[in-house]
């Protein structure tokens, strides 16, 4: 079965300072990995992915994400945090396995990101 | 604009009522997908669907049924049989069912009186 991780239920960082939220994976098969963000009482929006390849990801809004497969983590990045950027961050998985198909879309619990002025 | 469409944004209901929840997109994707998100659980899959006529159970679907009779539409009704409805619902599309994002409408949020 496939699981997400994210450890903080919520990351506090002053405007103009590096963020990073966390989110660590366990699948049986090759990960497909997502980050999104939400807004309140607003539906999800997708930020970036990792399917293959580089295993840094640039996304929307200057947010970025590396995929460490030895740690199996996909820690969302930016390096100059804004006050727009609180909201609900949502790590996601897909477990791709090695006979093909896949399982639906597994979230992560969601982190809080504070953005203090 | 291309995008999915939720109805009612707000529904209330009394216990024992049946309720049907909305979902309708145009961007031409196969696979659409039913969540339901409660406060520090983050999202949990109800059901989703890869094709039309088609539709497989998630992690929670017991007290929830669905139909997918048109590739535009996919609603979720939530029976009386569901213990604990009060929840806000999200429903998605993606194209690629393996590698393709999920595009997500704006919610229902309903509360059962």
Known sequence: ?117 | DGGITQSPKYLFRKEGQNVTLSCEQNLNHDAMYWYRQDPGQGLRLIYYSQIVNDFQKGDIAEGYSVSREKKESFPLTVTSAQKNPTAFYLCASSEQVTTGELFFGEGSRLTVL
């Open chain 1, 1 to 117: 079965a496939q699981s997400v991780a994210q450890p903080e239920d919520q990351v506090n960082v002053a405007e103009g300072n590096p963020l990073t939220v966390k989110c660590t994976y366990s699948v049986s098969g090759n990960p497909y990995l997502f980050w999104y963000v939400q807004y309140p009482n607003r539906g999800l929006q997708f930020l970036l992915k990792y399917i293959t390849g580089d295993n840094l990801v640039k996304g929307s809004y200057g947010f970025e994400a590396e995929f460490n497969k030895s740690q199996t983590s996909f820690h969302l990045k930016k390096p100059s945090a804004l006050v727009s950027d609180s909201a609900l961050y949502f790590c996601a998985v897909r477990d791709m396995k090695s006979g093909g198909g896949a399982d639906g879309l597994t979230f992560g619990k969601g982190t809080h990101l504070i953005i203090q002025p």
